[in-house]
């Protein structure tokens, strides 16, 4: 099923410097974190249904799914970019964003993400002054991510977290967990319950790429 939907719906649709990115992407060790094709484009969707200006990302590695928002916001738009390593983004990415057209629209921020957000948060001017967050950095931290960004985004506004199924573990017991995917498990487990209760979102768990969740801010 997934094939056929990339081969007839997405890959058709994907604009080429997204597929030059992914396909330069595919060389990198751990080409696996960037952000599914499938996924990226309801993310397309999305950005474009709450007119996203102003948007925040949080995990940019070679910049997928930055490159994706960047593309998709407005000339004068502006997309907060954050990761503790700017490497890979440098590397791989900035020259296709660059042949794109579109750096001018973002402020790549090579920082811890925590830190970030509290000092995006000391400007009482920035609350509720952004339209979309993509989150999709270290799993462990999404739940503080979710605490900032619902003071950032604004009502009506959306944050969508990458991984939130991290890889069908989240569905199985942990002894059929390998190891190094526990903590991810354990950490989207907290986040998936969490969400689950916050009344102030609605939400959607949809099985796409990873797993995403859709939140949208009711209030
Ligand atoms: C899964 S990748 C992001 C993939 C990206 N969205 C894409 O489409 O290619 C996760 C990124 O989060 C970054 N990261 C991990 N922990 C972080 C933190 N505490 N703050 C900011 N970035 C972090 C990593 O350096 C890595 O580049
Ligand atoms: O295999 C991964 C690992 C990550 C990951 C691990 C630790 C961090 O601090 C950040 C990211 O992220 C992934 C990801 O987002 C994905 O879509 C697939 C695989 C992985």
């Not at 960047?70 to 890979?88: C, F, H, Q, Y």
């Not at 989150?135 to 900032?148: G, L, Q, S």
Request: hydrophobic fraction near 40%; aromatic fraction near 8%.
């Amino acid at each position: 099923m997934l094939q056929y939907i990339l081969e007839t719906s997405v890959y058709p649709r994907q604009p080429e410097v997204l597929k030059e990115l992914r396909n330069i992407t595919s060389n990198h060790p751990e080409a696996v974190m960037a952000t599914a094709p499938d996924a990226g484009q309801l993310m397309g969707m999305l950005l474009n249904l709450v007119n996203a200006k102003k948007t925040i990302e949080v995990g940019v590695f070679t910049g997928y799914s930055l490159l994706l928002t960047a593309l998709t916001i407005p000339e004068d738009g502006k997309v907060i970019a954050i990761d503790v390593d700017r490497g890979s983004y440098e590397e791989v990415g900035l020259p296709i964003i660059k042949k794109s057209g579109v750096e001018h629209k973002i402020d790549f921020r090579e920082s811890e993400a925590l830190p970030v957000l509290n000092e995006l948060l000391n400007h009482k001017s920035n609350e509720g002054g952004f339209d979309f967050a993509f989150v999709d950095a270290d799993k462990e931290n999404y739940w503080n991510y979710h605490e900032r960004l619902m003071r950032l985004i604004k009502v009506g506004g959306i944050i969508v977290y990458d991984n939130t199924l991290w890889g069908g573990t989240v569905a199985k017991p942990e002894t059929s967990t390998s190891e190094w995917r526990r903590g991810g498990r354990k950490a989207m487990l907290e986040l998936n319950q969490k969400l689950c209760a916050d009344q102030r979102v609605q939400i959607s768990h949809a099985v796409l790429g990873d797993g995403i969740t859709i939140c949208r801010r009711l209030y």
